[in-house]
């Protein structure tokens, strides 16, 4: 079983950056593909990112140029530097890391992003 806790969820002004960091805990961090997922009110999970455990990216169109996805397997850690945030970023962003085999897909709790003047 894998743990997830996100951390670095805020309020930030339009144009600002965060960087949001998930810590994973209870299993092979090196095995899984890791992203990020947010979902803002009245609308579906959407992914964000993933980055694979070769290190290979893929982002939505919405944040290409603009969020950069890393991991550091050392300490069992994913992040998503949000720069140039825009109003529409604003959702819950959610930590997911998917591995191989039935049941090996785990979520973390979220963290709010809000990017209001």
């Known amino acids: 079983q894998v743990q997830l806790v996100e951390s670095g969820g805020g309020l930030v002004q339009p144009g600002g950056s965060l960087r949001l960091s998930c810590a994973a805990s209870?299993?092979?961090?090196?095995?899984?593909?890791m992203a990020w997922y947010r979902q803002a009110p009245g609308k579906e999970r959407d992914l964000v990112a993933r980055?694979?455990?070769?290190?290979?990216?893929n982002y939505a169109d919405s944040v290409k140029g603009r969020f950069t996805i890393s991991r550091d397997n050392a300490k069992n850690t994913v992040y998503l530097q949000m720069n140039s945030l825009k109003p529409e970023d604003t959702a819950v962003y959610y930590c997911?890391?998917?591995?191989?085999?039935?049941?090996?897909?785990?979520w973390g709790q979220g963290t709010q992003v809000t990017v209001s003047s």
């Open positions: 980055i694979s455990n070769g290190g290979s990216t």
């Open positions: 209870g299993g092979m961090f090196l095995s899984y593909v």
């Open positions: 997911n890391a998917q591995g191989v085999g039935p049941g090996s897909n785990y």
